[in-house]
């Protein structure tokens, strides 16, 4: 029996195993949720045990446990270090799931989960390959280093001193990234780029307390007046971000890829169709993707302040918040950008308001792999014979921290080589995971690690 005869028999159980790893709420943001992200750990510590003469071990950080696991059992061969994440989402709003979101459910053709296509799905696709080929052959065909974190969704920030301080045990001719979806599910894609992140919270406050709008109102600061002229101080009425500094590291795009990219196919009606947008909004100047993918931008991801609970109070609200983030492209640093954006609040806050910064700190770096990476080959050639169709070349406008990361501290490249897919709800009610991209990921890896020389 061939590794690719051993998945296509094992199909139905490798689903089984999806649906228990998708069980377990390792949601990473959620301090009452640290013993589930310890759980989900030692599930995959065990998965790659069972899989085959593995080295099994963690690598301690302040935060969540990284899983490592290495067989280096080809000498002379290159060797890949597979990264993934089992940390997921919150699932809030609850409501909004028509399954619990970690009492997996298929349903025509697709698993509903949280976290079953970011990143579940795509990282257990590995191990059942590694066990493919050693109950098969009894050794893999290339070196394999394996390293899986439990904090991806809150920005990887216990990665890089792990990175560091295991250089040399990392040490790997590149990254194969089981985490990266695919643009479309109807074209197969490689991704060879990523947008960077920089991300802060900040509060405005005025009175020392909720005041009657009544008796106060009109005369005194109400936060949520104040939050809502300096939330619309940040973009034009044209839809430029309006910090003082945001554009100026910004490279231009060669002509060349701006046509490349007005090449794909995309149907911008479908797109809005889908998301449930009546217009495309952005910078002027450029198209629905390049604004995705390759221009900088700057979002209000909530916020908050004053009465929320049902009917009404009248009140005169003393303080309100929001959390902003931005998407970076190559030559934005991160925390440069967070400064710009600081001082943009420090010098457009409205009167008799005061402000305070906070938030965790998340920031990444954009990355870009080079064009004629052997591995970026190899995952072109692997998917069109998986799909019968050439892949195209495109770029991710979300973030991944790792990729920058192991290229500043291993000096190594990313190769994303995820079966999730942009359209399948991560991050959002009913997340879900097309059964039919678990069985070509598998197929698609079990090809890769048999054809890279």
């Known amino acids: 029996m061939t590794p690719l005869e051993h998945l296509t028999v094992h199909h139905d159980r490798t689903l089984q195993e ?9 949601v990473s943001s959620d301090p009452q949720r640290r013993g589930d992200i310890a759980r989900a750990a030692a599930w995959v510590g ?85 066990q493919a080929f050693f109950a098969t052959r009894g050794a893999l065909p290339l070196n394999m280093k394996f390293i899986f974190e439990g904090e991806e969704e809150i920005g990887s920030r216990n990665l890089e001193p792990v990175i560091a301080a295991n250089a040399q045990l990392l040490r790997a001719d590149f990254v194969l990234s089981a985490d990266g979806a695919m643009w479309r599910s109807d074209e197969p894609s490689i991704t060879i780029g990523s947008r960077g992140v920089c991300a802060l919270e900040f509060s405005v406050r005025g009175a020392s307390k909720n005041l009657h709008s009544g008796r106060y109102g009109g005369s005194v600061p109400n936060a949520l007046h104040a939050l809502a002229e300096l939330v619309a101080s940040l973009h034009s009425p044209e839809g430029r971000v309006a910090i003082d ?94 400064a710009l954006v600081v001082r943009h609040l420090e010098t457009h806050l409205p009167t008799g308001v005061t402000l305070s910064i906070g938030g965790e700190r998340h920031e990444a770096s954009p990355y870009r792999i080079p064009t004629d990476h052997p591995g970026l080959r190899t995952a072109e050639r692997v998917l069109e014979e998986v799909y019968r169709k050439k892949p195209l070349r495109v770029r991710m406008g979300s973030t991944l921290p790792v990729s920058a990361l192991f290229k500043r501290l291993l000096g190594i490249d990313t190769v994303f080589f995820s079966f999730s897919t942009a359209d399948e709800d991560f991050h959002s009610p009913n997340e879900f995971f097309r059964v039919h991209r678990l069985h070509e990921g598998l197929e698609a890896w079990a090809r890769f690690w048999e054809s890279y020389r």
């Open 18 to 26: 999806l649906i228990e790893f998708a069980r377990i709420p390792s």
């Open 46 to 130: 065990t998965q790659l045990r069972q899989a085959g003469p593995i080295v099994v071990r963690d690598l301690p950080t302040p935060g969540h446990p990284v899983v490592y696991g290495e067989w280096l059992g080809v000498p002379g061969a290159p060797t890949l270090l597979v990264y993934g994440h089992y940390d997921v989402q919150p699932p809030d709003p609850i409501d909004k799931w028509r399954s619990e979101p970690f009492a997996p459910e298929v349903r025509d053709g697709r698993l509903y989960a949280r976290g079953v296509s970011d990143n579940k799905g795509p990282m257990l696709i590995p191990l059942k390959v590694a």
């Open 245 to 338: 500094g945001f554009y100026d590291d910004v490279v231009p795009l060669p002509d060349e890829e701006r046509r490349a990219i007005a090449a794909l196919p995309f149907d911008e009606t479908r797109f809005l169709a889908e998301v449930g947008a009546p217009a495309p909004v952005g910078e002027p100047g450029y198209n629905t993707l390049e604004r995705q993918w390759v221009r900088p931008t700057l979002e209000v991801n909530g916020m908050w302040g004053g009465y929320q609970g049902p009917g009404s109070q009248t009140v005169t609200p003393n303080e309100a918040h929001a959390k902003v983030s931005c998407r970076l492209v190559p030559e934005q640093r991160p925390g440069k950008m967070r």
